[in-house]
């Protein structure tokens, strides 16, 4: 896993509640005016 870790920008492999924190926002009334877009949860490694 470290070894892993060094490829992200961020330097670490994301937890659990940060890839979560994407679906709520994405689940709730805030998100109401986005539509058809790719989000890449991934701490910036496809970036």
Do not use: C, Q
């Not at 470290?2 to 979560?20: H, K």
């Not at 924190?21 to 109401?32: C, G």
């Amino acid at each position: 896993l470290r070894e892993m870790a060094s490829l992200y920008p961020l330097g670490r492999i994301g937890t659990a509640d940060e890839a979560a924190a994407a679906v709520v926002f994405l689940a709730s009334p805030a998100a109401a005016w986005v539509t058809g877009s790719i989000y890449m949860v991934d701490g910036g490694l496809t970036a």
